[in-house]
């Protein structure tokens, strides 16, 4: 299977990583991030699906949510994305890590997490930062999971 590292509708890219690995499968969400630190939206290997840190980045043409709880959706949905293309679903989530930049959003980006992951009730970390790559985002995710 091939894949661009641009858009977020190309199939997964396999790759081995050496004799008796398993293959690794990756997602690229189009952010303009990835090509330029090196990284993919989301990695499988075996059973394994690892989310890179999510930020609430709106589709083309939108503005970036106001609401600490609309943030979170966002960065859940591009997660929860990325993860079904290789073949996960918040069901199979074991860990999200998230971080706030604002203490006082905690409330609302936990009933958003709760909406997103409840079905897998994971464990989770909630951390304040001092801030994220945007001023404008309140929050950013990071999301594995076992395939069973």
């Known amino acids: 299977m091939g ?6 509708g190309s199939p997964p890219r396999e790759t081995a990583k050496g004799t008796g690995s398993p293959p690794r499968q ?3 969400s189009g952010s303009p991030w990835e090509p330029v630190v090196g990284f ?3 990695l499988r ?3 394994r699906v690892i989310v890179a840190g999510t930020a609430p980045v709106p589709p083309a ?3 970036v949510a106001d609401s600490a709880y609309e943030q979170m959706l966002r960065c859940g949905a591009i997660a929860l994305g990325a993860m079904a293309k290789l073949g996960a679903s918040a069901g199979d989530v074991v860990r999200t890590r998230m971080y706030v930049t604002d203490a006082s959003d905690a409330e609302a980006v936990g009933r958003a997490h709760q ?4 079905e897998a009730s994971p464990v989770t970390t909630m951390v304040v930062v001092a801030g994220l790559l ?3 985002w309140k929050v950013e995710i990071e999301v594995e999971a076992v395939v069973e």
């Open 61 to 63: 043409g939108e503005a």
């Open 40 to 42: 993919c939206r989301a």
């Open 26 to 28: 990756r997602v690229w």
């Open 134 to 136: 945007d001023p404008a």
């Open 45 to 47: 290997v075996g059973n």
């Open 3 to 8: 894949e661009t590292a641009k858009g977020t």
């Open 115 to 118: 909406k997103l992951f409840r």
